[in-house]
C-alpha cells in the first residue's frame, strides 16, 4: 500500500510517519503532485498556524491539489482545520472541503486554560474511522482553536462546551486530536484509516 504523507510549512510530520513505522507501513513524505495523486492513501498533518500555512499551501498549489484528491484522505489537527471553509486563527479562508468556521476557545471560568491540552474522551463517533470503539475511548489533544458539532461531525469531545473531535465529508476524514500521540487507541484509528 503506498501512503504519502503531505510535506508542507506546518507539518507534525516526523512523529506520524513513527506511528505508522510502528503499524509496519512505510510512508513517502511529498509534496510532489503526481506522488500525493498516485497514493492509495493521503495524510494531512499539521501544527502550526493558520494563516501562514495556508498562504504556503497557496503558493506551492497544494490548496487545489488537496480538494481534488478522490482517495482516502486523513487531516490531523491544524490539518482538519485547514479543511474547513475559514479560520478565526488570522481570519483566513481555508480550503472548504467541510463547509465549518474554525473559532478560537473562549474560556467561560478561571480553569478554562487554552489550549485545551491532554487526554480526553470521544462520544457520538460515526465513522470508519471509529470501528470497534468502545464509549470510553481517550485520545490527545492540543489546541487552541476548534470546530463546532455541525452536519460534518464524525466524533465529538467536550472542552469548554461540545466541539468537533473529527469530520467525515465523503474521502475525506479528519481529526482534532493526534492519533500518532494517542497510543494503542490512536493506532487503531490509524490502522481503521489504512484498512478504508
Not at 506511528?19 to 507501513?25: I, Q
Not at 495556508?54 to 497544494?62: I, N, T
Request: charged share 25%.
Amino acid at each position: 500500500m503506498d501512503i504519502a504523507i503531505v510535506k508542507y510549512n506546518a507539518g507534525n510530520i516526523r512523529s506520524v510517519d513513527y506511528a505508522l513505522k510502528r503499524l509496519g507501513v512505510e510512508a513517502s513524505i511529498t509534496s510532489d503532485p503526481e506522488a500525493l495523486r498516485r497514493a492509495d492513501k493521503v495524510i494531512f498533518p499539521g501544527v502550526g498556524e493558520a494563516a501562514t500555512t495556508m498562504a504556503f499551501l497557496r503558493a506551492e498549489g497544494l490548496d487545489s491539489l488537496i480538494k481534488s484528491l478522490p482517495q482516502p484522505v486523513l487531516g490531523i489537527c491544524l490539518g482538519m482545520q485547514l479543511m474547513c471553509r475559514h479560520s478565526e486563527e488570522g481570519d483566513v479562508d481555508c480550503l472548504g472541503i467541510f463547509d465549518e468556521e474554525v473559532k478560537r476557545f473562549q474560556p467561560l471560568r478561571h480553569e478554562d486554560k487554552v489550549p485545551h491540552m491532554g487526554w480526553n474522551s470521544l462520544h457520538d463517533t460515526r465513522s470508519a474511522l471509529f470501528e470497534g470503539f468502545g464509549p470510553e475511548e481517550y485520545v490527545y489533544f492540543v489546541h487552541s482553536y476548534y470546530v463546532p458539532v455541525g452536519e460534518g461531525t464524525a466524533a465529538v469531545a467536550d472542552y469548554i462546551h461540545p466541539f468537533s473531535a473529527a469530520l467525515q465529508r465523503e474521502n475525506f476524514y479528519a481529526t482534532q486530536f493526534h492519533p500518532e500521540k494517542s497510543g494503542s487507541v490512536g493506532e487503531r484509528i490509524l490502522t481503521n484509516f489504512l484498512k478504508l
